[in-house]
C-alpha cells in the first residue's frame, strides 16, 4: 500500500510510472493530434442542452453566418436567419458529398457520419426556439 500526498492510504490504483507506458509502445500524444477534445454545449429554454465536440460545433456555428466565437449566441430575431443559412449550408455539403461519399462497405472503420446527421439536434434546437422567439446559446 502507497501513501498519498498528504499520507493517507492511497487504495487499489497502481498508477503507471513512464517505463511501464513506454514498454507498451503507445504514443498517447499521436492518437488526438489534431483533434479538439473541448465540448460546446448549445443551449435554449424549449429544448435539452446539446453537447458536441468543438470541431464539429464550430463548424456548424460557422454555417449558420456567426463567427465562430465561443461563447456566443443568437438573438431571437436572427434565429430564423442562421437556421435557412444552416439548411442551405447543410444542402451544398450534402451535394458535394453526395457522390464522393464511399459505401459502408469500403470503409474500414465503420459507416461514416454525415455532417447533416450530426447537425439534426441543432436544426432542431432552432427551429424550436425560432417558433418560440427564443435565443440560442452556446458556451464551452
Do not use: Q
Not at 83 to 106: C, F, H, Q, S, Y
Not at 121 to 136: F, H, N, S, T
Request: negative net charge; glycine residues 8%; proline residues 6%.
Amino acid at each position: 500500500m502507497r501513501s498519498g500526498r498528504l499520507g493517507a492510504p492511497v487504495y487499489g490504483f497502481d498508477a503507471p510510472d513512464d517505463n511501464d507506458v513506454a514498454d507498451r509502445g503507445v504514443d498517447y500524444g499521436s492518437i488526438f493530434e489534431g483533434c479538439t477534445l473541448m465540448p460546446i454545449t448549445f443551449r435554449s429554454k424549449h429544448s435539452p442542452n446539446i453537447l458536441m465536440l468543438d470541431s464539429v460545433a464550430l463548424e456548424l456555428i460557422k454555417k449558420m453566418g456567426h463567427s465562430g466565437s465561443v461563447p456566443g449566441s443568437l438573438a431571437a430575431d436572427d434565429v430564423a436567419a442562421a437556421l435557412d443559412k444552416l439548411n442551405a449550408a447543410l444542402a451544398r455539403v450534402a451535394a458535394a458529398t453526395g457522390a464522393d461519399a464511399p459505401d459502408d462497405d469500403e470503409r474500414e472503420d465503420g459507416p461514416a457520419v454525415s455532417l447533416a446527421h450530426r447537425a439534426l439536434p441543432l436544426v432542431e434546437m432552432l427551429e424550436k426556439a425560432r417558433a418560440a422567439g427564443d435565443y440560442v446559446i452556446w458556451d464551452r
